[in-house]
């Protein structure tokens, strides 16, 4: 083994070359001091970066849709405008008919009264507020010298339109796809504030939205015990109550064990589907209880929660001794391996099916942190879900003695 000492006045390194080429460094601490200074400006900087994007895409979406609400432009002004920038600055990408189309729907949509009410609503004022973008004078001075004073004074007027602060959670590509697919506001800002909470890129959104995450999340949450929402006042909004695990190719029979060795080939999926918060620890976890030892089958750590969570596996439909169970591996956990600064720890029961009036009686005298999951091995099909939909406004619709107008 070759051993090298590097040494000066301040700092002090000893590296041992080893089969593993593990390293020793004596400021470890200082050192991960300078990298959380350098990811903090990062951010920050991806931040800026992102802002100016979306205050790119407002403003051109503000002046494109002023144009064809006046009818001065139409549809293949729009295309020329798109194969102008095209030819006259190729370094400007992302100026495709299609995506400039996209930014004045984002402008549209979101300049609306209805949605700044809804995030005043369900925020605050603060979210609603211009992040103080102007069009610079500098620029407007660099103009062609041909412009008049009428158009120019039209594009000084655009810089008072106010792009809502909560629209920088999120990028413009993942807006455009949330737009796409959201029908109401209140759906839209979910997305938003999700999209920035689990840092979604636009794969993982996309699976999010064809999971339908809204719903999921955001249903009545039966499923929690009286303890787990005492401890965890914030739990029905960090916990699903259906996981999608179609990406683990589980046939319709299967046991226990090839679905946690699935997921643990797997995890990285399982963790997206979770939420990006938990970190797996350990699978089978050894809880010795006097002269037995039990195993829970998969153990987490929710970063934001500070507590243990620990998941278990059922082939078979919910049945009420299935929480007993899990309340006593809470318990071991609780005196044996959580620390003093951790929270209470977390049970979830994750299984194909469950009697919701079942869960209800079990969940209603359970004092322990505790919570029923369903899994589904397949996503439901796109046509289903629109027969469902089609049925509910059906029966809305007539429910209010309206008439569709198509």
């Not at 259906?242 to 399982?270: A, C, W, Y």
């Not at 929480?323 to 959580?338: H, N, P």
């Amino acid at each position: 083994m070759a051993k090298i000492i590097v040494q000066n006045t301040n700092n002090a390194y000893i590296c041992n070359m080893d089969e593993n080429k593990s390293i020793i460094v004596l400021h470890e601490k200082q050192f991960d001091e300078v990298i959380s200074i350098i990811q903090l400006h990062q951010s920050k900087a991806s931040r800026m970066v992102n802002e100016e994007l979306l205050q790119t895409a407002w403003y051109v979406g503000s002046y494109v849709s002023a144009k064809l609400k006046s009818e001065e432009w139409g549809s293949k002004v729009v295309s020329q405008l798109s194969e102008y920038i095209r030819a006259r600055r190729p370094d400007l990408r992302g100026y495709s008919r299609r995506n400039i189309y996209n930014m004045v729907q984002y402008f549209e949509e979101y300049s609306t009264p209805q949605f700044s009410l809804t995030v005043e609503k369900f925020l605050s004022h603060e979210f609603v507020q211009s992040t103080t973008a102007q069009l610079q004078s500098a620029h407007l001075e660099a103009q062609d010298d041909n412009i008049n004073e009428g158009e120019n004074n039209e594009i000084v007027q655009l810089s008072t339109a106010r792009m809502p602060q909560v629209l920088t959670m999120t990028t413009f590509t993942n807006h455009t796809m949330i737009l796409s697919r959201c029908r109401n506001n209140e759906e839209r800002l979910f997305y938003i504030l999700y999209a920035h909470k689990e840092r979604l890129n636009v794969k993982e959104l996309d699976r999010s939205l064809t999971n339908q995450t809204f719903s999921t999340l955001l249903s009545d949450k039966k499923n929690l015990s009286k303890g787990l929402l005492e401890s965890y006042p914030y739990a029905p909004v960090i916990f699903k109550d259906t996981v999608f695990l179609d990406f683990l190719g589980l046939p319709k029979k299967h046991s226990e064990s090839k679905l946690r060795n699935r997921l643990i080939e797997h995890m990285k999926q399982f963790i997206l589907e979770l939420g990006k918060d938990f970190l797996f620890m350990d699978q089978e976890y050894s809880l010795p209880v006097g002269s037995s030892t039990f195993k829970a089958d998969l153990l987490f750590f929710h970063r934001g929660l500070q507590a243990l969570i620990a998941v278990e596996l059922k082939k078979t439909k919910f049945h009420p001794r299935d929480l007993g169970q899990l309340e006593f591996y809470l318990e071991a956990l609780d005196r044996d391996v959580k620390r003093t600064n951790e929270n209470p720890s977390i049970g979830i029961i994750l299984c194909p099916e469950a009697d919701e009036v079942v869960v209800e009686y079990a969940m209603n005298r359970s004092m322990s942190p505790t919570m029923v999951a369903e899994y589904k091995r397949l996503l439901i099909p796109k046509e289903l879900m629109q027969q469902q939909l089609n049925e509910f406004c059906s029966f809305f619709l007539k429910d209010k003695g309206t008439n569709i107008v198509v």
